[in-house]
C-alpha cells in the first residue's frame, strides 16, 4: 500500500502545478479581436504565424518566434495574466 501511495504522490507531482501555460482562444473586449495561441501555429486578427520556437525562460512572460507568409520573422512577447495574457500592452481574456 505503502509503495502505491508513493508512486502516486510521484505522478501528482510529476504532473505539474497546474501550469497550463498560454495555449488556447482569447480576445480583446475593446477592439473584438481574437488571439489564438497553440504549441504550432498564432492566429492573429487575419494573420497565420507559424511558431519556430518558444522561450518560456522568462515566465509569465512568453516569447514566441514565428515565421509568416507576408510579414516574415515576427516575435510575440505574450505576458500570462490572471484569466488571460498581455500582448503589446492590450489585454485578451481567456474564451
Given amino acids: 500500500m505503502r509503495k502505491f501511495m508513493l508512486v502516486a504522490g510521484l505522478v501528482v507531482l510529476l504532473a505539474g502545478c497546474g501550469d497550463d501555460g498560454i495555449y488556447g482562444n482569447y480576445t480583446n ?15 492573429f486578427r487575419n494573420g497565420v504565424f507559424t511558431v519556430k520556437n518558444w522561450d518560456e525562460s522568462q515566465k509569465p512572460i512568453y516569447i514566441a518566434r514565428t515565421q509568416n507568409k507576408d510579414l516574415g520573422s515576427w516575435t510575440f512577447k505574450i505576458e500570462k ?4 495574457v498581455v500582448y503589446q500592452g492590450a489585454v485578451f481574456k481567456k474564451d
Fill in 29 to 43: 473586449q475593446q477592439y473584438g479581436v481574437r488571439l489564438d495561441i497553440q504549441k504550432d501555429v498564432i492566429k
Fill in 81 to 84: 495574466v490572471q484569466g488571460g
